[in-house]
């Protein structure tokens, strides 16, 4: 599965964005979706995953309560929502599959979007 990730960009602190994670090649209920970050220097971050059916999810503790993640298999895509951004939410997110449970482990991941770009303006 190929995985192409949008929706970063510029925002203010307090803002919100939705990113989105099209799926091609293969059917994404197949897969557990997972998002993470990445800030230079630093380990990749997991911040939230969901379950095939979109019945399960669970967040970092850093945007629980801020950050919502979703799917709509019908249209192969996966977003996260994020809301009250603050400066410290910058980085670049990936999402990522897995064929087995997705957890908090990018280790667990199969396949990987090429990152989209989110910066917080404080």
């Known amino acids: 599965v190929q995985l192409q990730a949008s929706g970063g960009g510029l925002v203010q602190a307090g803002g919100s964005l939705r990113l989105s994670c099209a799926a091609s090649?293969?059917?994404?209920?197949?897969?557990?979706m997972g998002w993470f970050r990445q800030v230079p220097g630093k380990e990749r971050e997991f911040v939230a995953r969901?379950?095939?059916?979109?019945?399960?999810?669970s967040y970092a503790d850093s945007v629980k309560g801020r950050f919502t993640i979703s799917r709509d298999n019908a249209k192969n895509t996966v977003y996260l929502r994020m809301n009250s951004l603050k400066p410290e939410d910058t980085a670049v997110y990936y999402c990522?599959?897995?064929?087995?449970?997705?957890?908090?482990?990018?280790?667990?991941?199969?396949?990987w979007g090429q990152g989209t770009l989110v910066t917080v303006s404080s």
């Open positions: 990522a599959a897995t064929t087995t449970s997705a957890s908090w482990s990018a280790m667990m991941y199969d396949y």
């Open positions: 090649g293969r059917t994404l209920s197949t897969y557990d």
């Open positions: 969901i379950s095939r059916g979109g019945g399960s999810t």
